[in-house]
């Protein structure tokens, strides 16, 4: 049905989309460097990802921000700053929070993984979903960073004197590298070995 | 023989996301091209896409460099205040172990925003002009796609919104200039987006 570059004899650039012969190893429109499956693509997928997942406990376990007012002063965790967010009533700001900084890294490093593992060993969902799973974590991934801006924004601006002071804790690095980390993991699978299941009659779509 | 061969290839274009290979006849203004099996956007022709992207970046250039010096949120608490600028927010874990990551922050909100304006610009203006385009053109696209994932002026305002969300219960909070000269520019950069075509662009570079 689908003809794909490579059943060509072709190989394709990711970035300007034009084909040359099998044997190129560079792109002459782009320049980009073209191979017609990216065969490291799962090791740089899991080195990333350990990384990630590595970089993520302590962002949990350390304090994201210390909060100075007049009379107190308080270290709060991811989880603890959105929960003490909610016993005041906001709801909203807890809950974009708790979707930003937990629910989206957790739900990445899972999608990731079995993505990774479908590539390898084939898996019950056909690659349309596989790949609709692929574009979802590419595009959502980098809305964790909205965590860090936060930490950022707040540090920078309560800085009222004896008032009220905020200052940034260990999380927040460790935290973003999480993010980073997450992000190129998700880069480096290279999406057409999600189609060539198909190619090669591997698994079948249930109809 | 040879000559046949590429002039061939020149009209084959490969889905950059699943490989899929089509034969691309005359594109019209107007047409925009899917690919079948994944859904991925090859190419849209739009009237006059090139003077819109260049208007937008220009205008998103000016929005964001004239931002970087006025604030974007104020707040007072007990007779304190303070006003912080958007390289304020960056620049707010300067100093100690953090400095790595105002370093990133920096780059995220500012520079890689910056940087990929000016580049679009660059590679652009020679193209619409109808003129040969610029040394290096090639190069500044490439690295301008690159760092697509890694422009996060988008996700900054949602934090500037979280935010200020977050610092009502401590202080009295104002919006500043600032902050909706950035969400211009998130609009502006949205527009850019959709009218965008990388395939059409690298077709014209190669000319």
Redesign the interface.
């Known amino acids: 049905m689908t003809v794909t570059a490579r059943e060509k004899g072709l190989v394709a650039c990711r970035e300007c989309a034009r084909v040359w012969p099998a044997d190129h190893t560079h792109c002459s429109v782009c320049g980009n460097t073209i191979r017609s499956r990216d065969t490291q693509s799962l090791q740089k997928v899991w080195a990333w990802w350990i990384a990630g997942v590595l970089a993520y406990i302590p962002a949990n376990l350390y304090p994201m921000l210390k909060t100075r007012t007049l009379f107190q002063t308080s270290e709060d965790t991811i989880i603890a700053g959105a929960l003490e967010l909610a016993s005041h009533g906001s709801w909203s700001v807890a809950i974009i929070i708790l979707i930003a900084s937990v629910a989206i890294p957790l739900g990445k490093f899972f999608a990731i993984a079995y993505l990774a593992l479908a590539v390898r060993s084939g898996a019950t969902w056909p690659p349309g979903r596989q790949y609709i799973l692929y574009e979802v974590v590419e595009y959502i991934g980098r809305w964790s960073m909205i965590d860090v801006f936060v930490v950022a924004i707040l540090c920078s601006l309560v800085q009222l004197n004896v008032a009220a002071s905020i200052t940034p804790g260990i999380a927040a690095l460790t935290f973003a590298l999480s993010v980073i980390f997450t992000m190129l993991s998700a880069q480096s699978l290279d999406p057409r070995l999600i189609w060539d299941r198909i190619e090669t009659k591997d698994t079948k779509d249930p109809v | 023989m040879k000559d046949v061969?590429q002039l061939d290839?020149d009209t084959?274009?490969?889905?950059?996301?699943?490989?899929?290979?089509y034969r691309v006849g005359v594109v019209n203004k107007g047409d925009q091209g899917r690919c079948?099996?994944?859904h991925t956007r090859?190419f849209t022709r739009r009237r006059d896409a090139g003077l819109v992207i260049i208007a937008t970046a220009f205008a998103s250039t000016v929005l964001v460099i004239a931002a970087l010096f006025l604030p974007f949120?104020e707040?007072r608490?007990?007779?304190?205040?303070?006003?912080?600028t958007i390289v304020?927010?960056?620049?707010?874990?300067y100093g100690g172990?953090?400095f790595?990551?105002s370093l990133?922050?920096l780059a995220?909100?500012i520079a890689l925003p910056l940087a990929r304006l000016v580049l679009t610009i660059y590679t652009l203006t020679p193209l619409v002009l109808d003129r040969k385009p610029w040394p290096g053109a090639?190069?500044a696209?490439?690295f301008s796609?690159a760092m697509r994932?890694?422009s996060?002026a988008e996700?900054?305002v949602?934090?500037?919104a979280?935010?200020l969300?977050?610092?009502t219960?401590?202080?009295r909070v104002e919006i500043g200039p600032a902050f909706w000269m950035f969400v211009a520019v998130v609009v502006l950069m949205a527009v850019q987006n959709v009218v965008m075509c990388?395939?059409s662009v690298?077709k014209a570079?190669?000319r």
């Open positions: 061969a290839l084959l274009i490969a889905c950059p996301k699943c490989d899929a290979l079948e099996r994944c090859l949120i707040i608490r007990l007779g304190f205040s303070n006003a912080a304020d927010a960056a620049l707010a874990f172990p953090l790595a990551l990133a922050v995220l909100i090639k190069r696209f490439r796609e994932p890694w996060m996700i900054f949602v934090g500037c979280v935010s969300i977050k610092l219960d401590l202080a990388r395939w690298w570079l190669d």
